[in-house]
């Protein structure tokens, strides 16, 4: 006689609302189900080859997430971190401890709220936006970032690290994946070799301003009071550890 398990799930609501997916998309709904943590995926979260591939994250996700046609490298950054706090609530509580300036901070993570932006730009699920750089006569255009941007982008600045250890490109890699279109221009290789060149760095911080304005994501920052009685601000950080409260 076989015994039948039920397994709790709860809906997260995405910051994007699912805006910026294609209407065919399981994301377009602006949901996620998710499963709650069980033994197996903590066995995910030791799993010493994945925490060594930084691949852990990705792996505990795509357990949890119900709907496995949805796929997780087209998933917004932003959408992905919302994800990775209603797990870490779901599994462990709401509770999170975190050190800064020699003081322990209680977070408390259902307090997170996805970031304030005016969702009216975001037209015809078109996940392109234009600006017009204020101190150049040139026009880009931007997308809002996926998963699969941010590994592609991780990748690119470790290669140029191992070709050469100065070789700091965080900035200008992530640029290069952040536009896509210069003038008209789609061509990679035209978009490269104008941000190496031509973008002034006045400019390329229109861009990453213009970017954080738009980019729906939940807020890290997260406001207490320090030992003197002032309000202080810290962000939350996501690694390995914030799955293991009693580690």
Known sequence: MSSKFSLPTETVELPSKGLLYPEDSPLSSGTIEMKYMTAKEEDILSNTNYIVQGTVMDKLLQSLIVDKDIKLHEILVGDKNALLIAARILSYGKDYSVQYGGQNINVDLSKLEHKVIDYSIFKDRNNSFQINLPNTDNTVTIKIL????????????????????????????RLKHLITSVNGNTEKKDIRHFVDNFLLAKDARVIRQFYEEINPDINLD?????????????????????????A
């Open 222 to 246: 997260y406001e207490f009071i320090n030992r003197n009685g002032g309000k202080e601000v810290v962000s939350v950080p996501i690694g390995i550890d914030f799955f293991w409260p009693d």
């Open 146 to 173: 996926n998963s699969a941007d941010e590994k592609a982008i991780s990748e690119e600045i470790e290669g140029n690290k191992k070709i050469q250890k100065e070789n700091q490109t965080s900035v200008s890699s």
